[in-house]
């Protein structure tokens, strides 16, 4: 099956820092999404993007397919950014990465 | 805008009983999957269900478990004989099309005691 690879695993930061988090997969893919886990457990979908750049508020993210990466970047980060953010990758089932652990300290 | 919902948020049951979960994916859509989470862990897929029959099923989804969409709209992981490490998240998410975006259901926190 697609390795999904994610990195890094744990972060913390300091309120107001700017992060990359990286996503790498193992084999081509039609389908990828990074979602923010919330503390409830419900998993938040942040962005549907198989290729190209998009922005939503302070966090963007850009995905190069033929180079099988994908980075979510975060700007300006609040405490409400804590949490565990998932990529995921495939051609219908996804296949989800473990995770980046977040932490933003105020 | 719409959802796909699942009930109940959390169930807590003895190991032996069984356990439906439900899901009601977009109405329009037309590919249906579960995952678990085990706690800390990462999200396991464990079936997808497209035209009424299961498309494909992880090593995980073995004679334990079985899916229905018993009308038009829910659609319903059922597990027989649950045991301790069946505690789990347990997700719902559909598709519009082949090789389109997944829409998760808020999941159904499932702890056997």
């Known amino acids: 099956g697609i390795q999904v690879e994610q990195s890094p695993p744990d972060l913390i930061l300091q309120e107001g820092a700017n992060s990359t988090l990286r996503c790498n997969f193992s084999?081509?893919?039609?389908?990828l999404q990074w979602f923010h886990q919330n503390p409830w457990g419900q998993l938040i979908n942040l962005f549907y993007?198989?290729?190209g750049t998009k922005q939503n508020g302070r966090l963007s993210a850009t995905t190069v397919a033929t180079e099988r990466y994908s980075l979510l970047y975060i700007s300006s980060s609040q405490t409400t950014d804590s949490g565990v953010y998932f990529c995921?990758?495939?051609?219908?089932?996804?296949?989800f990465g473990k995770g980046n652990q977040v932490v933003v300290i105020p | 805008e719409p959802e796909v919902t699942q009930t109940p948020s959390h169930q807590v049951t003895q190991m032996g009983q069984e356990v439906i979960l439900r899901c009601v994916p977009i109405?329009?859509?037309?590919?249906f999957y579960w995952y678990r989470q085990i706690l800390g862990q990462k999200v396991e897929f464990l079936v997808s269900?497209?035209?009424?029959?299961?498309?494909?099923k992880s090593e995980i989804f073995d004679d334990q478990f079985s899916v229905e969409r018993p009308d038009g709209s829910n659609f319903t992981l059922k597990i027989r004989s649950t045991k301790l490490e069946d505690s789990a998240m347990y997700f719902c998410?559909?598709?519009?099309?082949?090789?389109?975006?997944?829409?998760f259901g808020q999941g159904t926190r499932l702890t056997v005691v």
């Open positions: 995921a990758v495939g051609n219908n089932r996804l296949a």
């Open positions: 084999d081509s893919v039609n389908n």
């Open positions: 993007i198989p290729s």
């Open positions: 109405s329009n859509h037309l590919y």
């Open positions: 269900f497209y035209n009424n029959e299961i498309s494909e």
């Open positions: 998410a559909s598709h519009r099309g082949h090789n389109t975006e997944a829409f």
